[in-house]
């Protein structure tokens, strides 16, 4: 049998998906394979997708994937119905026995008086040689025909794998500071050395279910990778992000490489109410294109906002919030929480009927106890076809066929109060026939 090992590989890559799954692309040379027609290719994933992989180079006519690694339960299990040793620890006299159990601890049988023995100490038991077919490492074996081969290139899906963007912002005055990192999570049980990294950015339609990673282990390493950034493109409907060098991604391991910076990005800062919410919450806006010295595709992840106390210079987490694929070129919003100073009620005050009409009328009241103005946009959601404003005190927009907004600004230490009445003709029917 010939083996290859994850140390003859030539070039070793790896397409991360946001989906817990990546794509596995190691090309290795086969230097002193002498046609054998049986085949072990070591050190792959122990999370591989068998129905996904691709070899080229060779002309496999069975393919076999063993992970039957050696722990000790696993490795008792083989000697099953075999003879062991038990070993005098004073003494080194030895007697012969048949293990007959290893489930809820060992129950050994002697081969010459037929004495059943419970729990001996493991450390005494001595077990014949290692039994063909475990192995230590997650292997490929293959039934090949027989060939020339100088390199092989193998191809895979494997899960365990995944990645996520992180933002963490800087607020600074009236623009802030964006650094955006991708977060690595390997957990395949596998280590990739100096390996080329891509990461893919969208949703790519997987058929099986997607099984989520388990918790990260309290031993697990984590570490910040002084890089080069990624470079960005579009790939077919999705986004590609191509690490610029190596790195190396270690089983039960956190990596974040640093993806993209900006400065001094321009925003809006304003308060968002709506009907029988009980506060105001606290956006941020700003919008993704290059005069915001943006314009770059932002992938999913969570967004956290700082702000700087004036008195002694600290950083203050403000508040954060989760953001989906955002596109170049659009408008990105933050809900950093809920206003202190700022009280809002909203009810309906009238609601009659008059002829072929329906009327509602509602107020809104706005009380800043800050002390500074504060922006705010009220949403009001009409659920009800063909209706007619015929009342308001402020000026609003019409978002939709369903939905109006009140942008104003209310000073400091003041109150704001809106109110507006609007008609629904009720004599409207829909005839079926």
């Known amino acids: 049998m010939f083996i290859s090992k994850g140390q003859d590989s030539k070039d070793l890559a790896l397409t991360v998906y946001n989906q817990n799954f990546a794509v596995v692309k190691d090309k290795r040379s086969f230097e002193g394979y002498n046609k054998e027609t049986q085949i072990r290719f070591e050190d792959v994933s122990e999370k591989i997708e068998t129905d996904s992989i691709i070899v080229d180079g060779l ?4 393919l076999n994937y063993d992970h039957d690694l050696v722990d000790k339960v696993k490795l008792l299990k083989k000697y099953i119905g075999e003879m062991v040793q038990l070993v005098d620890p004073k003494s080194k006299h030895k007697e012969f026995y048949r293990l007959l159990s290893a489930e809820q601890g060992l129950v050994l049988e002697h081969l010459e008086t037929g004495e059943i ?9 001595t077990l014949p040689k290692l039994p063909n077919g475990l192995i230590i490492k ?18 895979y899906t494997t899960g365990g794998l995944k990645w996520k963007a992180n933002y963490v912002i800087h607020l600074n005055g009236d623009s802030f500071d964006l650094t955006a990192w991708v977060l690595l999570h390997n957990q395949s049980g596998t280590n990739f050395e100096n390996v080329r990294l891509k990461l893919i950015a969208g949703d790519v339609n997987r058929v099986e279910d997607v099984i989520a990673l388990p ?8 570490s ?17 992000y191509t690490l610029q060098g190596k790195t190396t991604l270690k089983n039960q391991q956190e990596k974040q490489i640093t993806l993209f910076e900006a400065a001094e990005v321009p925003f809006e800062r304003y308060y968002r109410y709506s009907y029988n919410d009980e506060k105001a919450d606290i956006m941020l806006k700003f919008h993704n294109g290059e005069k915001q010295h943006l314009g770059m595709p932002f992938p999913a992840g969570k967004v956290k906002v700082y702000d700087e106390d004036q008195e002694d210079g600290s950083l203050e987490l403000i508040g954060e919030d989760l953001i989906d694929h955002q596109a170049k070129n659009t408008d990105i919003e933050l809900n950093l929480g809920q206003a ?8 309906e005050v009238d609601a009659y009927k008059h002829g072929i009409y329906e009327y509602k009328e509602y107020e809104y009241v706005i009380n800043n106890h800050k002390d500074e103005e504060a922006q705010m946009k009220i949403n009001h959601s009409i659920y009800k ?3 007619e404003m015929v009342e308001s005190s402020h000026k609003y927009e019409k978002l939709n066929s369903g ?20 008609r629904v003709d009720i004599s409207r029917t829909v005839k079926f026939e």
């Open 59 to 62: 002309q496999i006519k069975e």
């Open 117 to 125: 023995i419970l729990n001996p100490p493991e450390e005494n038991l």
């Open 138 to 155: 997650p292997s490929l074996i293959w039934e090949v025909e027989k060939a020339d081969v100088d390199e092989v290139h193998v191809t």
């Open 215 to 222: 918790p990260v282990q309290e031993n697990s390493l984590y």
């Open 224 to 240: 910040y990778a002084e890089m080069p950034a990624f470079e960005e493109k579009s790939f077919s409907d999705f986004h590609l």
């Open 340 to 347: 202190f100073d700022i009280e809002c009620k909203s009810r």
């Open 385 to 387: 076809r063909g209706w």
């Open 403 to 422: 939905e109006i907004e009140y942008n104003e600004t209310v000073a400091a230490n003041e109150t704001l109060k809106i109110t507006f009445r609007y």
